[in-house]
T-cell receptor
Framework: GESVGLHLPTLSVQEGDNSIINCAYS??????FIWYKQESGKGPQFIID?????DKRQGQRVTVLLNKTVKHLSLQIAATQPGDSAVYFC?????????????FGKGTLLTVNP | GAGVSQSPSNKVTEKGKDVELRCDPI?????LYWYRQSLGQGLEFLIY????????KSGLPSDRFSAERTGGSVSTLTIQRTQQEDSAVYLC????????????FGPGTRLLVL
């Protein structure tokens, strides 16, 4: 999950396993959430988003779960592949505030072992 | 189509020098964002442009930082009298109309201030 420290949380999985990356957010007014993937030397890449009127959304091999009660967001990756190795960021937005500002977590480093 | 491009990809400068970083957003995108990413950290919002509206500069860390967006397209982030703590990756993103549209990121400019 996310950390306030300088060292990224890390998750190491075997190829073919499912991965779960967690994110705790602090603003109870946040109503829009995004997961980004950032490979080494590249900019963040959009993976999937979810709005607060939903608790689950599925994409291709990815599922995002939102638990507003405990302010928790997770990203599930099915059948993890070496190409999934990257840093994953969650981001949140409070549309009642400045509706264009995303607040990013510090990221989780996912390493997929062949 | 072409994504967000940034130049230079890497910049090494001496403390006290000025630097200019360039962002070419996706054609037709009216919203443009600048972020800073320090080593092992999440993304820090710097500035936001939306169409012809006045930019939101609330994230700029000091008056040494400024940004322009000419003709509603290309943007330049300028850092004057650079300091070592300015060393980071500077990321640009664009979106169509605003936050509720996905932000697409460029590859970033890696700035090192010696």
């Amino acid at each position: 999950g996310e950390s306030v420290g300088l060292h990224l949380p890390t998750l190491s999985v075997q190829e073919g396993d499912n991965s779960i990356i967690n994110c705790a957010y602090s603003n109870s007014a946040s109503d829009y959430f995004i997961w980004y993937k950032q490979e080494s030397g590249k900019g963040p890449q959009f993976i999937i988003d979810i709005r607060s009127n939903m608790d689950k959304r599925q994409g291709q091999r990815v599922t995002v779960l939102l638990n507003k009660t405990v302010k928790h967001l997770s990203l599930q990756i099915a059948a993890t592949q070496p190409g999934d190795s990257a840093v994953y960021f969650c981001a949140e937005n409070d549309s009642g505030g400045s509706n264009y500002k995303l607040t990013f977590g510090k990221g989780t480093l996912l390493t997929v072992n062949p | 189509g072409a994504g967000v491009s940034q130049s230079p990809s890497n910049k090494v400068t001496e403390k006290g020098k000025d630097v200019e970083l360039r962002c070419d957003p996706i054609s037709g995108h009216t919203a443009l964002y600048w972020y800073r990413q320090s080593l092992g950290q999440g993304l820090e919002f710097l500035i936001y442009f939306q169409g012809n509206s006045a930019p939101d500069k609330s994230g700029l860390p000091s008056d040494r930082f400024s940004a322009e967006r000419t003709g509603g397209s290309v943007s330049t982030l300028t850092i004057q009298r650079t300091q070592q703590e300015d060393s980071a990756v500077y990321l640009c993103a664009s979106s169509d109309r605003g936050l509720k549209e996905t932000q697409y990121f460029g590859p970033g400019t890696r700035l090192l201030v010696l």
